[in-house]
């Protein structure tokens, strides 16, 4: 039996993160129930975004325009380059409204066994945007984990040549944390990278 | 119910549906062995379930042959004072990959854990390199291709032996080696014990054991060296900082 409209659209809803069928169902019926506040909206921003979507040539970030809204924006520092595993990291740094510069997404990180390596990520690309002579800066914002500071270093020694200041992110105590409660691999980090007491920068 | 709680080092976690990871661990008394841990890839377990540290595990299910759950406990993070030290990082994710490349699942191999951990504990030693090797000369002799270093093959000496041949491991000298010396592999003095390793050694060391992992292990399963493992290979031989000592007093082994 062909499968109704309403049971494809639970079904595909269902393969969201965080939804199972049961909660696809909830959702569906939910905006139906309220088909002008929502579904019809949703539908057509849907359909909006599935016909404008891009990946960034120059960073890798989507956007429904290439280059990206942020490799266009002439008031962004274009002498800063911080490298990002994923786009959601990049999102996560733009939430902060603390970076001014500009972003490089890999689009993941070397693996140690699965044979993810430099040429399945966008690095090649990097060191291309560095040699430009704008960019003094590259900030490598890989996750804390194993493979992203394997890949910090990889990257860290492809840009050695090229004169550019690399740097990484802190890691540490995060703002709000207590000793107590921190496990002791994020303490030996911030032990190892403490810092003066009223020095600045 | 099956289950059993032992020492592991963490190998690798492969992110599994929304929140689950499986885990392949490098246990004390089961061998390699996989699991799943639920709720492996949120935030709090993360850290833990990185490569090199040191877990107590636990692990049950209905029947052997099933994946099973895994829950583990945090006893030493590894890692995390090696966030810095590209070298060091790199030593840590080889031995982990290659542990998981090339050992069997499940098939107890208590002093190649034994060894893991020996080589992550001193991995702030100057010369860890020479552990690498060791390990991995330690694991060849575990899988069964243990080398024989006592005596040349072809003559029987016992006096410069430069080679080992990669079809049988065992030494060659340089006089019985000569008619076949581009099939055979530099034998690195250090490991004779004879004289301190040198940078070279490192690189002679890590060609010879990955030479025949690459032969007997990896090949044979139709696999290669893992790219964390070569990737240290890129590490020494691009290395400044990893030391060439001349003292011959400070062998490590």
Redesign the interface.
């Known amino acids: 039996m062909a499968l109704s409209e309403v049971d494809r659209l639970i079904q595909l809803l269902a393969r969201l ?2 939804l199972g069928p049961r909660s696809a169902r909830r959702a569906v019926l939910h905006l139906i129930k309220r088909r002008e506040a929502l579904l019809d909206p949703l539908a057509r921003a849907m359909a909006d975004v599935a016909v404008s979507i891009r990946t960034c040539s120059t960073c890798g970030n989507i956007d429904t325009v290439d280059p990206c809204a942020i490799c266009r924006d002439e008031k962004r520092d274009r002498s800063v380059i911080c490298v990002v595993e994923d786009v959601a990291d990049l999102w996560a740094i733009e939430r902060t409204s603390s970076y001014p510069g500009q972003y490089h997404v890999l689009g993941g990180t ?4 699965d ?3 430099p040429e399945d990520l966008r690095i090649d690309r990097l060191v291309g945007r560095t040699s430009a002579a704008e960019v003094s800066e590259v900030i490598l914002a890989t996750n ?3 493979e992203g ?2 890949t910090a ?2 990257i ?2 492809r840009l050695a040549g090229t004169g550019v200041t690399v740097s990484r992110l802190a ?1 540490g105590v995060p703002v709000g944390g207590e000793l107590d409660y921190l ?4 303490l ?2 911030a032990l ?1 990278s403490r810092r003066r007491l009223g020095a600045t920068e | 119910m099956i289950e059993w709680t032992d020492d592991a080092i963490v190998l690798s976690a492969r992110p599994h549906g929304e929140g689950a990871a499986i885990l392949q661990l490098l246990t004390r008394r089961h061998g390699r062995h996989a699991g799943l841990v639920r709720g492996g890839a949120s935030r709090r377990m993360r850290g833990v379930l990185q490569p090199g540290n040191a877990v107590v595990a636990h692990w049950r299910a209905r029947l052997a042959e099933h994946l099973g759950a895994c829950t583990v406990e945090l006893v030493q993070n590894r890692w995390a004072q090696w966030f810095d030290d590209p070298e060091r990082l790199a030593g840590l994710d080889a031995i982990c990959a290659v542990s998981e490349a090339s050992l069997p699942e499940r098939e107890p191999l208590e002093p190649v854990h034994e060894a893991a951990t020996a080589f992550l504990d001193h991995l702030d030693a100057e010369l860890w390199p020479v552990l690498y090797v060791r390990w991995e000369i330690g694991l060849l002799g575990a899988l069964g291709y243990g080398l024989d270093l006592s005596s040349c093959a072809v003559t029987g000496e016992t006096d410069e032996l430069v080679y080992v041949s990669p079809r049988s491991g065992r030494a060659v000298s340089r006089r019985g080696g000569e008619p076949y010396r581009d099939k055979l592999l530099p034998l690195p003095a250090f490991l004779l014990g004879k004289r301190a390793p040198t940078h070279a050694d490192f690189l002679d060391g890590l060609e010879l054991t990955g030479q025949l992992l690459r032969r007997h292990v990896l090949n044979p399963a139709n696999r290669d060296l893992p790219p964390a493992r070569l990737r240290l290979v890129d590490r020494i031989r691009d290395s400044s900082t990893i030391s060439m000592h001349s003292d011959t007093d400070q062998e490590v082994t």
């Open positions: 993160p965080g070397l693996s140690a066994l044979g993810v390596g804390a984990t194993v500071q394997t270093h990889y860290s020694d890691h496990d002791d691999g994020t030996t980090a190892k």
